[in-house]
């Protein structure tokens, strides 16, 4: 039957089949499909079906859920466990090797931390930063030139004077009445004879000692030149640090949290400060022991004033343990000139340790953070064992710096809980 498309209004014409025809062509189309044997066991296929209820979003997630927990793959675990450990080991190993690096380093941020109250000053009297800093190191750049131009020729003379009258002075001291007092009650001299015989016995027969001293010169050539390389180091890098130190603050506090900014810059600038004046205190301290000592050695005619100065200011750097070193070290060299004149060294100075412990200290040390003698005493020790003289004098202001933050911390968190 013909009937024309009336939708489109052309006069296009289509073919409709009456509804028994298309009953007809639907049951002969069946009868030709082939039969199709049943297998045994077969299963018909899997086929996709839409969820019958919930959303697509819902079903994932019952899947998910559904799904059971993949076993974790060894060999992916031990190979990044080994990576770790690898990764580790590399760390320790550029930490054990960069030692000289890191204390250069951290010398020369304790120097600019020293050198930073100086430095705000003289911001404070309108000079900007940059020339605060250039004249600060000239300024001592000039101090230290005159001072070493005049100590270092009265060290080396000193020094010579030393070697070479060392023999005759010992031999002196071994015929004084204070050693053979000593020597009748414990027969120092017979041991001291002993073992040095022993020694040159030991020496004589050793066919390494040209070797050994060969090597150990070469040992000693290139600790001078790493002793120069770090010194000129440390000095850049406390000139750097100390021009630089507001910005380094500033990308410290960038670093944290936007909600603790606030707090922790304020903490930043309490420890900076208490750091700065606790080393440029303990600088002035170390001045002020070497002085009061070289003018006690002056008056007691002590031998060789100005290089036992050296030591002294050098090891009142390093505190509680330091003063006392250098009065032990410079009472015993006194005794080969004699032994009064030991003893009045000694008396005097360790007077003056108690008046600089009781009313000079304080004073010097009024804006650095107090630290207990205990905890001084614990964090020198501890600091001397992991990293020599330069871990003793930076133990206590990393001890202050600790106690700022159980103070400004810690406890505050602890009083709220």
Not at 6 to 17: A, C, D, N
Not at 291 to 318: C, H, K, Y
Not at 405 to 413: A, G
Request: hydrophobic fraction near 55%; aromatic fraction near 10%.
């Amino acid at each position: 039957m013909i009937v024309a498309d009336k939708t489109s209004g052309s006069k296009l014409k289509r073919w409709v089949l009456p509804r028994h025809q298309k009953r007809a062509s639907t049951e002969t189309e069946r009868s030709f499909r082939p039969s199709i044997p049943s297998i045994p066991w077969a299963q018909p296929r899997p086929r996709f079906e839409p969820p019958s209820t919930g959303t697509v979003a819902e079903s994932t997630q019952e899947e998910r859920k559904e799904q059971p927990v993949s076993v974790v793959n060894p060999v992916l675990v031990g190979f990044m466990f080994t990576t770790g450990v690898g990764l580790a080991l590399l760390g320790w190993w550029a930490m054990t090797n960069v030692g000289a690096l890191a204390g250069w380093v951290v010398g020369a941020l304790f120097i600019a931390l020293g050198l930073d109250p100086a430095v705000r000053r003289l911001e404070k009297l309108g000079m900007p930063r940059i020339a605060g800093v250039i004249s600060l190191f000239a300024l001592i750049t000039l101090a230290l030139t005159g001072l070493l131009s005049y100590v270092i020729p009265q060290i080396a003379n000193q020094t010579v004077q030393l070697v070479n009258g060392f023999p005759g002075m010992f031999e002196d001291f071994l015929i004084s009445d204070f050693f053979i007092t000593i020597d009748n009650q414990f027969e120092v001299r017979s041991w001291v004879d002993n073992e040095v015989q022993a020694g040159f016995t030991e020496l004589t027969g050793n066919t390494n000692v040209v070797s050994g001293f060969l090597n150990n010169l070469v040992n000693a050539g290139s600790t001078v030149a790493t002793i120069i390389t770090g010194t000129l180091i440390v000095l850049f890098l406390s000139l750097y640090f100390l021009s630089s130190l507001p910005v380094m603050k500033a990308w410290f506090v960038r670093l944290t949290p936007a909600s603790r900014r606030e707090r922790v810059a304020a903490l930043t600038e309490k420890i900076t400060a208490s750091v700065g004046y606790y080393v440029m205190g303990q600088a002035i301290v170390a001045v002020c022991n070497a002085t009061f000592a070289l003018i006690v050695m002056l008056i007691v005619d002590a031998p060789f004033p100005q290089l036992l100065t050296l030591f002294v200011v050098i090891l009142a750097f390093i505190p509680l343990v330091g003063g006392v070193s250098a009065g032990i070290l410079v009472s015993l060299i006194c005794l080969m000139n004699s032994w009064q004149t030991a003893v009045i060294f000694a008396i005097c100075y360790f007077i003056y340790l108690q008046i600089e412990a009781y009313f000079i200290s304080p004073r010097i040390m009024s804006k650095a953070v107090a630290v207990p003698g205990g905890v001084a005493i614990i964090a020198v020790a501890a600091g001397g064992a992991l990293w020599g003289v330069l871990g003793a004098l930076i133990a206590i202001p990393i001890a202050a710096s600790l106690l700022i933050l159980v103070k400004e911390v810690l406890v505050p968190r602890q009083d709220a809980a």
